[in-house]
């Protein structure tokens, strides 16, 4: 499944919601493929059909100010898995 503009804003969405200071950017998509890897295929003799796992990352950027006026980046990403479900969302401090 490849994600779509419809997909992404559902998780801008979510994300304005429980991260208010990332409402509006727009974020930067990027996918891996991640192959099987056949050495522990191979030691466990497993029968299963080798398939390409496709995760994708959104990686949104925003610049806020502290209370102090002092300037500071903050970035959170947001990891999918191939049913475009939020896997694990990462933010700076």
């Known amino acids: 499944m ?3 503009r ?4 559902k998780i801008k969405k979510i994300i304005a919601d429980e991260y208010p200071e990332f409402k509006g950017v727009e974020p ?3 996918r891996k493929d991640i ?3 056949d050495d522990i295929y191979a030691k466990l003799k497993l029968g299963v059909p080798k398939q390409l796992r496709h995760l994708y990352r959104l990686k949104f950027a925003t610049v806020i100010e502290t209370e102090d006026k002092v300037s500071m980046d903050r970035i959170l990403m947001v990891t999918l ?5 939020i896997v694990k969302i990462i933010q700076s401090r």
């Not at 419809?6 to 804003?9: F, G, K, T, Y």
């Not at 898995?81 to 479900?85: K, W």
């Open 2 to 4: 490849m994600i779509d």
């Open 28 to 30: 930067k998509v990027t």
């Open 6 to 9: 419809i997909q992404i804003e």
């Open 35 to 37: 192959s099987p890897q």
């Open 81 to 85: 898995d191939e049913n475009l479900e």
